[in-house]
């Protein structure tokens, strides 16, 4: 096994954000950290570090870069350009928590472009955990948010397209394919911080699988499956086939796992095996992530299928873009 230093050396990318501000660079409190799924988790980091290098909270930062990857790309799986379940409705989901047990969530909300920020108002707001659909939006638009439609042009061309075979099959990576022109396969942002005075927090956002059946939930809202944090142990976060997620807790499951004395690592593989032996041959098929912080703020991933990249962003390097283990190195076997 490396040590975590040479993993991370081994395994750096190019990095693929855009240069950071000369501001941000060496700067910011040293035990604060962020991570966060998915290339486009560099500069989803970014937006988080500006919040814990001036000093802010972990549960502020994970809501910035959260609402950075709702809005401030367009890549049709997470917020603003997410592409539509098969009928044509574009449905978000996302969850946020805190290391101290407070969370809350939205699912299957429709017309709100900032899900992270109404998800936290459920926690903060609401004697609830979860809200839904209709009663979510309900709640939004009497938060202040302004209903609009979602849905781009491009992503009415690619249900059109999908419409003519109407066959769900998620591929691995790829499941919610790019925009024509965006070449990364990025996907559901699920982010987890620790901030100056050891507090952690953790959001996790997504538009979901593309061509869902209309109301179905993924993992990324509900709380234990898509997005754990526990002040005591760490975090975990997860992406992929949210099924899959569901079924083995798995994001509560990595945390336990680290509670145990498992590294994130470890924890993160052994969760992976897990979702293997219980279906073996399903998971030949398709993609499930899991990327883990402890509060030590030491950090671990692991994927079913190769090509899992996840972003670590400290005081010392804001741009690391690091590529996960997994249990297949080709897409299919
Ligand atoms: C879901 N986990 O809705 C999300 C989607 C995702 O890679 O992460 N895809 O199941």
Request: glycine letters at 10%; proline letters at 4%.
């Amino acid at each position: 096994m490396p040590s975590r230093r040479t993993f991370l050396q081994s395994s750096l990318l190019a990095a693929g954000a855009a240069a950071l501000p000369r501001a941000l660079a060496k700067t910011g409190p040293s035990g604060a950290k962020v991570v966060s799924t998915w290339d486009f988790g560099v500069p989803a980091n970014q937006a988080a570090w500006a919040v814990l290098a001036k000093g802010g909270s972990a549960i502020d930062a994970v809501e910035a870069g959260a609402r950075w990857a709702e809005t401030g790309q367009c890549n049709s799986t997470v917020g603003r350009c997410g592409y539509p379940d098969r009928d044509g409705f574009v449905t978000l989901d996302a969850s946020i928590m805190k290391g101290d047990g407070s969370c809350g969530s939205v699912a299957a909300l429709e017309g709100i472009d900032h899900p992270i920020t109404v998800a936290r108002r459920v926690m903060e707001k609401t004697p609830h955990v979860m809200l839904v659909g209709a009663g979510a939006q309900q709640f939004a638009i009497e938060q202040g948010f302004k209903a609009q439609d979602l849905r781009t042009p491009e992503a009415e061309k690619a249900w059109k397209e999908w419409l003519k075979t109407s066959k769900y099959a998620p591929e691995i990576n790829v499941e919610q394919r790019a925009m024509p022109g965006n070449k990364e396969n990025h996907d559901t942002i699920g982010m987890l911080a620790i901030d100056a005075s050891g507090q952690l927090a953790g959001a996790c956002t997504t538009s979901g699988m593309a061509w869902k059946m209309r109301g179905r939930v993924g993992d990324s809202p509900i709380i234990g499956a898509g997005l754990y944090v526990d002040n005591e142990v760490g975090g975990a976060t997860a992406s992929g086939v949210g099924e899959e997620m569901i079924r083995n807790a798995a994001s509560f499951l990595v945390v336990e796992l680290m509670r145990q004395g498992r590294s994130p690592a470890e924890a993160c593989r052994e969760a992976i095996e897990r979702v293997v032996s219980k279906r073996p041959e399903a998971s030949k098929e398709l993609q499930v992530c899991f990327l883990a912080m402890n509060k030590h703020g030491e950090v671990g991933a692991f994927a079913l299928h190769q090509g899992f990249s996840y972003a670590v962003c400290d005081a010392g390097k804001q741009d690391a873009l690091l590529r996960s283990q997994s249990i297949y190195t080709s897409q299919k076997s």
